[in-house]
C-alpha cells in the first residue's frame, strides 16, 4: 500500500525539531527510507509486528486502536517532524494501534535496528525521547480524564480544538485539516449522527461555519467556553 520514494531521508528539512547529533543524521540519512502513503492507506496496522519506527515528514496522520465493537479511537493526530509506531518498541513488539493517513503524507521509515543503534549512541535524543515518551504519556491521562467528565457536545467542541491545535487555521479562520464526520466521532467518542447534531447547533450559535467537510471557527472564544475549564 505504501510507495517507497526514496533511500534517502532528507534529514535538514524533515527532522528540525528532533536533536540528532550529525552521526545520527548521516544514518538516517543513508538507511531511512521514505514512503508515500495515500489519503486513506495505513502507515502501519494495529497488531503488526514492529519493523521500526516513522518520522512524519508532510501530510496528516491519525493514530487509532479499536474497540471492543471493532469502532476506532483516534487517540492522537500526527503532524510533520512527529514521531510514530513507538508505541510498539519493547515486549511483544506489535504495533497496539493503527496509523492512517488523512491526507496524501510521507514519513520516514528507520529500522528498530538502526533506532536502537541511535539511541544508544546519541545521547541527547534519547533524552528528548524520554521526555517526549513522558509528555504524551500526561497528555493521554489527562485527556482520558478530562473525557470522562465532559458531555457529548463538549467531546465535540474537544475534537475541534485537537484539530486545530494539531493541524492550525489558515488565514480565512478554516481547520486546515479537512477530517470526515466519522473521523470527527472517532476522535471525540461518539457517533455521526451525534456529529452532525452539534455541529449545526454551533453553527446555529455563530460559532462555526459549515462548508462540505470544511469547518470555518468564526468564535474561537465560544467554542472554547464549551468546554468550560478544560481550555
Known amino acids: 500500500m505504501e510507495q517507497v520514494l526514496d533511500k534517502k531521508c532528507e534529514t535538514i528539512n524533515a527532522f528540525l525539531s528532533q536533536p540528532f547529533s550529525k552521526k545520527s543524521l548521516d544514518l538516517i540519512n543513508e538507511y531511512g527510507t521514505i514512503i508515500r502513503c495515500e489519503k486513506g492507506q ?18 496528516m496522520i491519525k493514530i487509532f486502536k479499536s474497540g471492543l465493537n471493532g469502532k476506532q479511537q483516534i487517540i492522537r493526530l500526527a503532524k510533520p517532524n512527529d514521531i510514530i509506531g513507538h508505541r510498539g518498541l519493547g515486549g511483544k513488539n506489535i504495533y497496539p ?11 520516514c521509515f528507520i529500522e528498530t535496528q538502526l533506532f536502537f543503534e541511535i539511541l544508544r549512541n ?25 473525557q470522562a467528565q465532559m458531555s457529548i457536545r463538549e467531546k465535540i ?26 473521523d470527527i466521532a472517532d476522535l471525540a467518542g461518539t457517533n455521526n449522527e451525534q456529529v452532525s447534531r452539534f455541529l449545526s447547533e454551533f453553527e446555529q450559535d455563530n460559532i462555526i461555519e459549515l462548508k462540505g467537510k470544511t469547518i470555518k471557527i468564526l468564535n474561537l472564544e465560544l467554542l472554547k467556553d464549551k468546554l468550560k475549564y478544560y481550555y
Request: aromatic share 12%; net charge negative; no cysteine.
Open 97 to 107: 494501534i493503527g496509523a492512517e493517513a488523512i491526507e496524501d503524507s510521507k514519513v
Open 157 to 182: 467542541a474537544d475534537a475541534i480544538m485537537m484539530i486545530a491545535k494539531a493541524y492550525g487555521i489558515d488565514a480565512r479562520n478554516f481547520l486546515k485539516a479537512q477530517l470526515s464526520r466519522g
Open 122 to 146: 546519541d545521547s541527547e535524543f534519547a533524552i528528548w525521547l524520554i521526555l517526549f515518551y513522558a509528555e504524551e504519556l500526561k497528555n493521554t491521562e489527562t485527556r482520558i480524564r478530562d
Open 42 to 59: 495505513h502507515i502501519f496496522y494495529e497488531g503488526e509486528s514492529v519493523e521500526g519506527i516513522f518520522f512524519v515528514l508532510s501530510g
